[in-house]
């Protein structure tokens, strides 16, 4: 059982705008500790998508955005791509357990 | 920075798993970085395992602090894991990455790891 929670899928048509939340609580996000995404293709490695909440690293498409509010998260694709179907995962850093945690991960399929 | 696993890919119960990880690109000494294992039951979520810095420091899930230990060697530029008393339950994919300010990047490509006799 996960420390984050995530919907286990969200799909959307192409081109529109879906969202994934990552709900934690007072000792991870609500805390204050920063949020990472993570974008997992199908049979590779996890990727990293966004981190300290709403930052691209460079050659991350500008549909991909992050936020934070309270004890959640959430993650923002604008503009689904067929490429985009995946698994994302949310990180952060829980004080109860003085380490990383993660959220189960969230299937998005474009319809 | 490049990261790659490396290891048996068939452990029997109650042994040792052992992986390594080898850095290209970068070195295991840099002060701002912290070298970590991740993990991946198949078809489940991702799992922190710990992380470790070039001078040894560790931290390590609660969940498996008793049978995780994590080690460097410079001399390699490699950093590796060990975990005992393995059971079906910690058939995985074996993730390395490289943990940076909290977040981690980049990964490995990952490492199949089954426990079974």
């Known amino acids: 059982q996960s420390v984050l929670t995530q919907p286990p899928s969200v799909s959307g048509a192409p081109g529109q705008r879906v969202t994934i939340s990552c709900t934690g609580s007072?000792?991870?996000?609500?805390?204050?500790?920063?949020v990472h995404w993570y974008q997992q293709l199908p049979g590779t490695a996890p990727k990293l998508l966004i981190y300290?909440?709403?930052n691209r690293p460079s050659g991350v498409p500008d549909r991909f955005s992050g936020s934070t509010s309270g004890t959640s998260a959430s993650l923002a694709i604008t503009g689904l791509q067929a490429e985009d179907e995946a698994d994302y995962h949310c990180?952060?850093?829980?004080?109860?357990?003085?380490?990383?945690?993660f959220g189960p991960g969230t299937k998005v399929t474009v319809l | 920075v490049q990261l790659r696993e490396s290891g048996p890919g068939l452990v029997k119960p109650s042994e040792t798993l052992s992986l390594t990880c080898t850095v290209s690109?970068?070195?295991?000494?840099?002060?701002?970085?912290?070298w970590t294992w991740i993990r991946q039951p198949p078809g489940k979520g991702l799992e922190w395992i710990g992380y470790?810095?070039?001078?040894?420091?560790?931290n390590s899930n609660p969940s498996l602090k008793t049978r995780v230990t994590m080690s460097v060697d410079t001399s390699k530029n490699q950093f590796s894991l060990k975990l005992i008393s393995v059971t079906a339950a910690d058939t995985a994919v074996y993730y390395c990455?490289?943990?940076?300010?909290?977040?981690?990047?980049?990964w490995g490509q990952g490492t199949l790891v089954t426990v079974s006799s």
């Open positions: 990455a490289r943990e940076y300010r909290n977040w981690l990047d980049p």
């Open positions: 690109g970068g070195s295991v000494s840099s002060d701002s970085s912290y």
């Open positions: 470790m810095s070039y001078t040894g420091s560790t």
């Open positions: 007072s000792s991870n996000i609500g805390a204050g500790y920063d």
């Open positions: 300290r909440n709403n």
């Open positions: 990180q952060s850093f829980d004080s109860s357990l003085s380490g990383y945690v």
